[in-house]
């Protein structure tokens, strides 16, 4: 034999012990399947459609033309003296990199029962592969935006290596609410149906048709309660060169998204114990 | 699942029998790290891999060769293990040619092949395997249990529930017996098995109740069998009449349904098929139609013996529509007219000729 006692992992099976610790050792066991989980959501999602990946641009595109009509146009909402289709845009890339994530890691369990209930691995891996999986398109629709900010002569300063921070923190907010609503999708499945309203109020509570700058300046650090308002005027921030760093609101923002991180990640692995016997 | 306990050794292959319902995938699952026990502890050296069903996570948009990673790496198999074991794979699996098409366009037999392929190739110190075999045809499982017992004699230690007493009997050591939720016994293999076939094999005057049993093929869900009875009850025997009688009933309504009964040795050689429409038309019933259907053999030709018994309907030449594998274990006793060297083992059946004798050498 190959293998000598002594080098053997051993694996206690006992019964559900309430509150477990999230067990990032074994997640980063199973990162290549956390990897290959990604990459079969990217590969299948365009799938035996005409257009292709075209969809990730098509969206946010078709979004921008609609705002840009009715709120820019028609009911002339101001944009800090930005044009209005980039002011938008800029806010609608994360906004559907977040509503994406969100959906998918909220389905992410129910979608994949037959590997719940037939393989053991970590089962954290199900969400953050759902999560992940809207990078590509979000990667795809920022080049776009790119070609837009020439188009309009937009150069970024200094603060667009502030990026990345924000992409994180909108991954982190849609994982940290798809934990939780992954976890109660897989014994209530109201939630499917719950998560829809849920996208469209949060879209309108977030700055994306408007500027938070319409919000009175007292109640503006409030705002950040909703994690995706410092998200997107971040975004606004670091590639168009907006004045003021949306300081107070962002730091609201992050407590908040680490304490539903947390919080979600704690609950998942409490429920995870009985979704094999309950998905 | 309530006081069963037990140790396995490295090394060792054990088989879990039992009647459906026993506890047997259960107990699987909760070695597999799959569902939490309410109570109790279990204690494992070496990583498991589990094989509960073949191709778990195989996804029909994928290629074939995108299907071997993905399943591979939700198996637990690294990247690198999957790409030095590729090739061998593939051909294990026989898909060469289709390697990089779609496995929506496999036939079913060819994505149970690739499926089982990935998953025999797995290299974990405990393997875990629930009742797979029951797909494929019968050469590939032929050649499944091959690789099993490939496995089992190369020092892994194997966990393998099955109905398939033959597959049991051959690769295991050691036999776990579960019966609602308990241990019946546990011992060496053969001699689990034999109290296990005594005690569940059909005795005469009983018929086997199939409405709420585990189906193989098909779901019963637009004709299901309900019953199956043997010479109203009385003993079978080489040589005299056989009765087989099903009771059905239809959901919907089924065109062209033929009925057949299948008897294999339990090495799960099948050794002789009863159809329906070898002798008759197939016929179309009506949803709502409970009856029944009797096919009287007049010479029973089976050795004497004890079979396993298949039993299914179908619609058409292929389209399942139920069929229970292994529903009931029978006993063919010597009949009258038996010879005694019948009773030794002289192969499946034994079937009269007409016989022609001649004074001189004939040449054709």
Known sequence: M?????????????????WADIGFRELWDYRELLYFLTWRDVKVRYKQTALGAAWAIIQPLFMMLVFSLFFGRLAKIPSDG?????????????????????????????ANERLITKVYFPRLVVPIAAVLGGLVDFVVAFAILLVMM????????????????????AVMTALGVGLWLSALNVKYRDVRYTINFLIQFWLFAT??????????????????????????????????????????????????????????????????QQFADVV | ?????????????????????????????????????????????????????????????????????????????????????????????????????PVKRYSSGMYVRLAFAVAAHLEPEILVIDEVLAVGDAAFQKKCLGKIGEVAHGGRTVLFVSHNMGAIRSLCTEVIWLDEGKMVIEGRASDVVDQYLRTTLLGSGSSVDLSNVQRSLGNGERLRLLNIEFNSGRPIHHGEPLAVRINFETMVDVPNVAFGFGFSTFEGVRVMTIDSDLVEAQRA???????????????????????????????????????????AQLEVLPGPTTPSSIIRDTGGVRVPANWAWSETPAFA
């Open chain 1, 2 to 18: 190959s293998t000598h006692p002594e080098t053997l992992p051993t694996f206690n099976i006992d019964p559900p012990e309430g």
């Open chain 1, 82 to 110: 930005i044009p209005y289709p980039i002011f938008t845009f800029c806010a609608l890339l994360p906004w559907q990199l977040f509503a994406h994530a969100l959906t998918e890691s909220s389905n992410s369990l129910v």
């Open chain 1, 150 to 169: 020439f188009y309009y002569g937009i150069v970024p300063t200094w603060a667009i290596v502030t990026l990345p921070g924000f992409i994180l923190l």
């Open chain 1, 207 to 272: 700055p994306v048709a408007y500027p938070s700058s319409i919000v009175p300046a007292k109640w503006r650090a409030l705002y950040g309660l909703n994690p995706m308002a410092g998200v997107v005027e971040g975004f606004r921030w670091a590639l168009l060169g907006k004045q003021e760093a949306p300081a107070s609101m962002l730091w609201v923002s992050v407590t908040v998204v680490i304490l539903i991180l947390i919080g979600g990640l704690y609950y998942f692995r409490r429920m995870e």
């Open chain 2, 1 to 101: 699942m309530n006081d069963v306990s037990f140790d396995v050794k490295r090394g060792e292959v054990v088989g879990i029998i039992g009647r459906n319902g026993a506890g047997k995938s259960t107990l699987l699952k909760i070695l597999s790290r799959i569902t939490k026990p309410t109570k109790g502890h279990a204690k494992i050296h070496g990583r498991v891999g589990s094989l509960l069903e073949v191709g778990t996570g195989f996804h029909p948009e994928l290629t074939g060769r995108e299907n071997i990673y993905l399943n591979a790496a939700i198996l637990g198999m690294r990247k690198a293990e999957v790409a030095k074991k590729f090739d061998e794979i593939v051909a294990f699996a026989e898909v060469e040619k289709f390697i990089d098409t």
């Open chain 2, 285 to 327: 019933l009506p949803k709502g139609h409970v009856g029944s259907v009797r096919a009287d053999v007049s010479l029973l030709q089976l050795q004497p013996g004890r079979y396993a018994l298949d039993v299914g309907a179908r619609a058409g030449d292929h389209g399942s529509l139920d069929y229970v594998a292994g529903c």
